[in-house]
């Protein structure tokens, strides 16, 4: 018997069956894709409200999630959860939401907004997050769903963590890609962070130290689906962040990564609708750039909806 399944197996679904599971409920999981090869394993990962919306909603997530990231950063081997210092470029206090005042130690310096945050190596929280789940007596299956009703088929309540996969699923004709591509580097000594972002830009400047080595980034391309990294954006993505750190420059490339971030024109939906049948269709969709930083918050958020 199955309580709950979880369309999806990126962050946002595993993290969604993972609070399931822990309220007693028997859940599983139908993934697309591989756990390690969804869009979330692309992810530079920083803990940071990057391009999601609503405003007023998003702080709330935000901060529910960077609590359970702090206490998962005790075991970063296991669950790919650090704590690294680094620089918010260009940041200021003025600038962010009520959220930026809970930020523990952060401090304006002229280079913008210096701060402790969790960087995650997604492919191994991944995999924490879906041995947290079997573990939990949930499971992960390897299918494609054609639609909600074949997971009420055998479910009386499903949850639809699609991403973008929404835009065709729900329909959801607000759904829309903006295409992040990262380059990796063999890491030249850098051991903290920087980011500088213009929500309103299509490219970004940041680099992440990682285990597997420097991820620098990147771009925010809006309705651009091309999953090919671009040469010429490569080039481009190093040369900014060289602007930054120099010894970058001549890093040994070790490869290129693309994503298309599930961005939502009315901002991320957690609410209700019915299926036949009487069952139940929760939605956690829309996360944008933002899915790592706001998981925990928006997964709490739906499974309350679950009952």
């Not at 005042?101 to 304006?108: D, Q, R, S, T």
């Not at 402790?116 to 573990?135: C, G, I, K, N, S």
């Not at 929404?166 to 000594?189: F, H, K, T």
Request: net charge neutral; proline share 6%; with cysteine.
């Amino acid at each position: 018997m199955t309580d709950v399944i979880v369309v999806g197996g990126g962050v946002i679904g595993l993290t969604t069956a993972v609070t399931l599971a822990g309220r007693g409920l028997r859940v599983r999981v139908w993934s697309r894709d591989p756990v390690g090869a969804t869009t979330s394993a692309v992810a530079g990962a920083l803990w940071w409200p990057y391009r999601i919306e609503p405003a007023e909603r998003v702080g709330v997530w935000s901060l529910e999630t960077l609590a359970v990231y702090e206490q998962l950063a005790a075991g970063p081997g296991a669950t790919g959860v650090r704590l690294v210092a680094g620089v918010h470029g260009g940041g200021r206090f003025a600038a962010l939401g009520a959220w930026a005042a809970e930020l523990k130690g952060a401090v304006e310096v002229a280079e913008g907004l210096r701060v402790t945050l969790p960087l995650l190596d997604m492919p191994v929280h991944l995999a924490w997050l879906e041995r947290r789940l079997v573990a939990a007596g949930g499971a992960v299956e390897l299918r494609a769903a054609a639609g909600f009703e074949e997971a009420a088929a055998q479910s009386p309540v499903v949850v639809n963590c699609t991403g973008l996969a929404a835009r065709e699923l729900v329909p959801d004709a607000g759904m829309r890609p903006v295409r992040g591509q990262l380059v990796v580097v063999e890491n030249p000594g850098i051991e903290e962070w920087f980011a500088r972002a213009d929500p309103a830009s299509a490219t970004t400047t940041y680099f992440f130290p990682q285990p597997d080595g420097l991820v620098l980034g990147g771009t925010a391309e809006a309705d651009d689906e091309r999953r090919a990294p671009d040469p010429r954006t490569a080039r481009e993505i190093v040369a900014r962040c060289a602007r930054i750190r120099p010894e970058i420059a001549g890093a040994r490339v070790l490869g290129h990564r693309v994503g298309l971030r599930p961005a939502r024109e009315a901002g991320v939906r957690i609410g209700t609708a019915p299926l036949p049948g009487g069952g139940l269709l929760v939605h956690n969709y829309g996360h944008g750039g933002a899915g790592v930083t706001v998981a925990w918050g928006c997964a709490r958020a739906a499974a309350a909806l679950v009952g």
